[in-house]
């Protein structure tokens, strides 16, 4: 398969979009109460929040068995028959694989775009079974001020069981938040996962300097609380490592566009790798590449586009990334597999 260029895709609709309210249903769970009420029970997920960038996620199977992660990515909802075929594929996935957690690595919605701008998806999202949570991509931010763009902090709230957190700053309000895991009883989290958001403009299309100090001081913080489970991130643009790994070799899965880590300069890998505690980044953006493989002890690994209001060729299969931690391991390391 030739190497595409990228970012010609996005088409605009004349057909109108759904509104969508944040008094969404929300699936089989129905009428959560807010995260900053106390504990949720979703599933088989015990859910607290003490910060707004922080959660708490004790894991209560009725089985011993591994916590089951979904990662989907760049959906590109937009008015049209696309995010039908898109429903399909998210719907599909999960009744098949049963995940505990959706998590979206962005390009959710083209709230970018220059036409009409459709909410559609966040209803599909919401109605799953299943919660799900979301780093912003480059893509979800209303630059365009198109008919029906919507903030980011309106995309945040209207999130089922307010599953997205934010950390409030001298430099703004940044989409940077962590889960911790815990197995049963246990009383400190035996894994986490990091996500964070990646900006629209040339220059920022990165992990933010303020969302990497905001890294620095987690891990200082679980220093001084013993705390030293393996971490997992969740971003949406590639490192600029996924584009060395690919280089050097050896990966496994398909390079078939350029990897576009845009303005990445390798800080974010730096600071991950000396936290002695990252031990995968999962990313999307790049529709069409879908390897992954080991670069200084971290696995970095490219989610399968999901979306249909994607680009790419329609013999790509559209599908997602089922990540499974067992929490019981003395270290749990994420092992992931496509699944379509």
Request: overall charge negative.
């Amino acid at each position: 398969m030739h190497a595409m260029k990228r970012r010609s895709f996005l088409a605009s609709s004349s057909l109108s979009g759904l509104a969508i309210t944040q008094s969404l249903s929300i699936g089989a769970f129905h009428a959560p109460a807010r995260a900053d009420e106390g504990e949720q029970r979703l599933g088989d997920l015990l859910i607290h929040r003490p910060e707004s960038d922080h959660y708490e996620v004790r894991f209560t199977p009725g089985r011993d068995r591994a916590l089951r992660l979904l990662q989907i990515t760049d959906t590109h909802f937009y008015p049209g028959p696309a995010t039908d075929r898109t429903a399909a594929v998210i719907r599909g996935i999960v009744t098949a694989e049963k995940p505990d957690l959706v998590i979206h690595t962005g390009d959710f919605v083209n709230n970018d775009s220059l036409g009409q701008v459709e909410w559609k998806g966040l209803e599909i999202m919401n109605d799953l079974p299943v919660p799900w949570t979301l780093c912003f991509g480059n893509h979800d931010y209303p630059v365009n001020k198109g008919e029906g763009s919507r903030s980011l902090a309106e995309i945040h709230d209207a999130v089922g069981h307010r599953l997205q957190g934010h950390v409030d700053a001298p430099t703004g309000r940044h989409y940077c938040f962590r889960y911790d895991l815990f197995p049963g009883d246990g009383v400190k989290p035996a894994a986490s996962l990091f996500f964070f958001q990646v900006g629209y403009a040339a220059g920022d299309r990165k992990i933010s300097v303020p969302q990497l100090e905001w890294f620095d001081r987690q891990i200082a913080a679980d220093e001084d609380r013993e705390v030293d489970a393996p971490i997992t991130v969740f971003v949406h643009i590639p490192l600029i490592e996924h584009h060395k790994l690919f280089e050097r070799g050896p990966v496994d899965g398909e390079k078939a566009e350029n990897v576009c880590y845009d303005s990445d300069t390798g800080e974010s890998f730096k600071r991950f790798a000396g936290s002695n505690r990252v031990v995968g980044v999962f990313c999307g953006h790049d529709h069409v590449n879908n390897y992954h493989g080991d670069w200084e002890g971290v696995d970095l690994v490219y989610g399968r586009v999901t979306g249909w209001g994607a680009y790419g060729p329609p013999a790509w299969q559209r599908g997602a990334r089922l990540i499974e931690l067992d929490l019981a391991a003395p270290r749990p390391l994420p092992r992931h597999r496509e699944v379509f």
